[in-house]
């Protein structure tokens, strides 16, 4: 894959969805960190579906942790591994009390500091709260970055670096986004929809199918 082909990529990505965002609900950096963390090995639908309950209630650091590890169970309890998510949370809402003044960090060695914190949910912090231009590789970006060839690599690290070097910077900071929908709703993982794929042209994946 060259640069003029990545160049194209990201034009008609951009065409087709200007202003690319996040799908979990949040109104602060503070929901979308527990949002972000509560959505490892979930769908964006069911932390929706639990926020949407949980945020109206308690939605800072200090409010989350005055209920306790049993208490914001009984909110998250429909999302996977909410035993642990709970615990993570609890512990993040204290460190950011006591080191932080309540505020999200906006340094990634700060954020990775926080319980269920890692490098991916930094990512997304850092370029959906702050406007860093990052890349959150998961499974939906992984799988497109691979099969598109637009940066092919073995984990997810390896794919992470390739795309920071190879996206143009024009489209860096939105380049996270466009590629996890893309990978959401067309690249899908069994059988991508290529006949409805508006890079299907420019996509190197030999396995193309209508």
């Not at 500091?113 to 949910?121: D, I």
């Not at 799988?143 to 060839?149: G, I, L, M, S, Y």
């Not at 489209?171 to 299907?200: F, N």
Request: glycine share 6%.
């Amino acid at each position: 894959m060259n640069k003029q082909k990545r160049q194209a990529i990201f034009e008609c990505l951009k065409a087709a969805n200007p202003n690319p965002t996040t799908e979990l609900n949040y109104s602060s950096s503070f929901e979308l960190l527990v949002a972000v963390i509560l959505s490892a090995q979930a769908t964006d639908k069911s932390v929706n579906k639990a926020t949407d309950q949980l945020f109206p209630v308690a939605n800072t650091p200090e409010a989350i942790l005055g209920m306790g590890v049993e208490g914001l169970k009984r909110y998250i309890k429909t999302i996977g591994l909410f035993n642990n998510k709970a615990k993570n949370i609890i512990e993040t809402c204290s460190i950011l009390i006591e080191r932080h003044g309540s505020v999200v960090p906006e340094a990634r060695k700060a954020l990775e500091a926080l319980p269920g914190v890692g490098r991916k949910t930094a990512n997304v912090v850092l370029n959906t709260a702050f406007g860093h231009p990052t890349m959150a590789v998961d499974t939906h970006i992984f799988r497109v970055a691979n099969r598109t060839r637009l940066a092919p690599g073995r984990t997810p690290l390896e794919v992470e670096q390739k795309l920071l070097r190879s996206i143009p910077s024009q489209y860096m900071q939105d380049a996270h986004h466009w590629l996890i929908l893309h990978g959401r709703y067309t690249c899908l993982a069994r059988k991508p929809r290529c006949g409805s794929c508006v890079i299907e042209e420019l996509c190197e994946y030999k396995e193309k199918v209508e």
